[in-house]
């Protein structure tokens, strides 16, 4: 067994060099790709395509795409997820829940310290490579997210929220912001801080659970971890789950509730045994393009789950991107360290930080957001945008030392620029009442339909995009004061339904508003003797208003419902 070692980790070694240079071949295409005429608008069909595509990769056995290395890539989850929405097709969300439900059980979720490493070494979600990464943080939240609203299951909030706790605990700066990474290694080794010895967790949580904490993470005796260096398993342990809560009540003859509180108690007496060793480094650089995906991901699960301290970590977030990483002329920085920011902000740093500001007006309603983001989107268009082909270059006109100017689209580890953006600006022209960023948006389209049509499951969250552009769109007027309890219902039974395509908008009550300057068309939705009143509207064509939620669901409904 042993002279197989060598061979075993020269295959490995070998199929990852492939998988590697596999995807740098495909990149390599689709990059080169893009400089083509525009062509027509994306439609429906690429949504049914990439469905296709999707589905003939799907491991029905593991979940996720392909097979090992296997990567989360959470905007394949979103886009099925919105699919599903479009079409009630059930394939598309058994995809989403079988892969979350794997990633969630399986060793690439740190079940001890919470947050998942970057991604898993074999097909089933066991061996992680152990780095954690803010931005698989942030876009795995928005998935779990996005799968609670589209299901209403409870296990995928409480995944989100545990995510989020990491983050908040574990990746924050004290300045603002966000660190970037946690590395995978600790002592010279990676993983040693993650894994586990049977005698180390009879130690650290007593003899009364640690039979429980042995059956449910599957530990054994001689380890199922081999070390990197001697090919050979050392007794050290991943901690994964195989079984669901009802099966594992079930074999212990626990009341499932009972069992979760044991279970969490058995995860803190492994945090603190596990918080004496020694942590793996952080990469404490505050990337405003990450930390655009983070405050967003905290903004849409405040939003979600009614929860305003992820709001409020969302706005010390942006209020600290707005502060510090930006220049003198307002142009947004990349990267801030030591008390430096530097470097000039890319097209993805646009994008993602103005879906950040766009998902916290979306959860507080604060005008200041929606004005930072409008600005910014300005900035955007005057110096990333290809007016000649559509789409946004990856650096802006004035970046210094660049021959050539490249355009992205792939969605890879994270989504393209041009693919956040697209959505973003389809986004502002339903806020604004504008029809400017919906044409630059369509140049975005026209610019890539070519190359997205070659290959649609590489471009998810351009999807999503398509999605939102093909319609319908539901906008969501609500006139009211906003401390209110009757406005406060309404923003309720609105946060309850799951409308992946609308935009909601809060007009208070009395007094001029800043929304008469962002969004004019605003100014005749008012009040209905003195309560707060609805108005839900397609294609900018409104219905009647509607002064109790339950007419105004009535309504939303009617108006998403596709014709």
């Not at 698989?136 to 299901?151: G, K, N, V």
């Not at 956040?420 to 604004?432: E, G, Q, Y």
């Not at 935009?503 to 068309?521: E, K, N, Q, T």
């Amino acid at each position: 067994m042993r002279e197989l070692v060598p061979r075993v980790k020269e295959l490995w070694a070998t199929r990852r060099e492939e998988a590697v240079r596999s995807a740098a071949q495909i990149t390599a295409s689709l990059r080169n790709s893009v400089a083509e005429a525009p062509g027509e608008d994306p439609g429906e069909q690429l949504l049914h395509d990439a469905f296709a595509e999707l589905a003939a990769r799907f491991d029905t056995e593991n979940g996720g795409f392909g097979d090992a290395p296997k990567f989360p890539t959470p905007h394949n989850l979103v886009f099925l997820i919105r699919y599903h929405h479009r079409t009630g097709n059930a394939e598309a969300l058994g995809m989403v829940e079988k892969t979350l439900q794997s990633m969630r059980r399986g060793g690439m979720y740190d079940h001890v310290g919470l947050g998942f490493h970057r991604y898993s070494t074999d097909a089933r979600w066991l061996v992680p490579h152990f780095e954690k990464m803010l931005y698989d943080q942030a876009l795995l939240a928005t998935a779990y997210t996005e799968a609670f609203r589209a299901t209403g299951k409870d296990e995928y909030a409480a995944a989100a929220r545990e995510v989020l706790t990491y983050v908040l605990r574990d990746m924050a700066a004290p300045e603002g912001g966000f660190h970037s990474a946690e590395d995978a290694d600790s002592e010279g080794e990676e993983g040693r801080f993650y894994l586990w010895t049977v005698d180390e967790v009879r130690e650290a949580v007593g003899t009364g659970d640690a039979g429980l904490a042995i059956d449910v993470f599957n530990l054994e005796d001689g380890g199922n971890f081999t070390g990197e260096v001697t090919g050979e398993r050392d007794g050290r342990n991943i901690l994964h789950v195989t079984n669901s809560m009802d099966d594992i009540a079930a074999k212990w003859n626990i009341p499932v509730p009972e069992l979760r509180e044991r279970l969490e108690a058995i995860r803190r007496k492994l945090y603190d045994y596990r918080e004496k060793r020694v942590r793996p480094g952080r990469d404490d650089k505050v990337l405003t393009d990450w930390n655009g995906l983070m405050i967003a991901a905290l903004a849409r699960a405040a939003w979600v789950f009614d929860e305003p301290d992820y709001a409020v970590a969302a706005g010390r977030a942006a209020g600290f991107i707005l502060g510090t990483l930006r220049t003198a002329d307002g142009r947004l920085l990349h990267r801030y360290r030591d008390g430096e920011a530097g470097l000039a902000a890319t097209i993805d740093d646009y994008a993602f930080f103005i879906d950040g500001l766009l998902e916290l007006y979306a959860a507080t309603f604060d005008t200041a957001y929606l004005e930072a983001a409008i600005n910014l989107n300005e900035d955007a268009v005057r110096h990333f945008r290809d007016e000649a082909t559509g789409g946004f270059y990856f650096t802006a006109d004035d970046s210094e030392g660049l021959l050539v100017r490249r355009k992205e689209v792939y969605d890879g580890a994270v989504p393209s620029g041009n693919s956040v953006a697209m959505l973003n600006l389809l986004r502002l022209a339903h806020i604004t009442g504008d029809t400017g960023p919906a044409d630059i948006a369509r140049g975005i389209g026209r610019a890539f339909s070519g190359t997205v049509a070659q290959m649609p499951y590489a471009f998810t969250q351009f999807l999503v995009a398509v999605d939102f552009a093909v319609g319908p769109v539901s906008d969501v007027v609500i006139a009211g004061d906003a401390r209110a309890a009757a406005t406060k219902r309404l923003l309720a039974a609105v946060r309850a339904l799951y409308v992946p395509r609308a935009v909601v908008l809060l007009r208070p009550a009395s007094g001029a508003s800043v929304m008469d300057g962002i969004a004019p068309f605003t100014r005749e939705y008012t009040t209905v003797d003195g309560k707060a009143t609805a108005y839900v509207c397609r294609d900018f064509r409104c219905s009647l208003p509607a002064t109790d939620a339950a007419a105004m669901l009535d309504r939303l409904r009617s108006e998403t419902r596709l014709r």
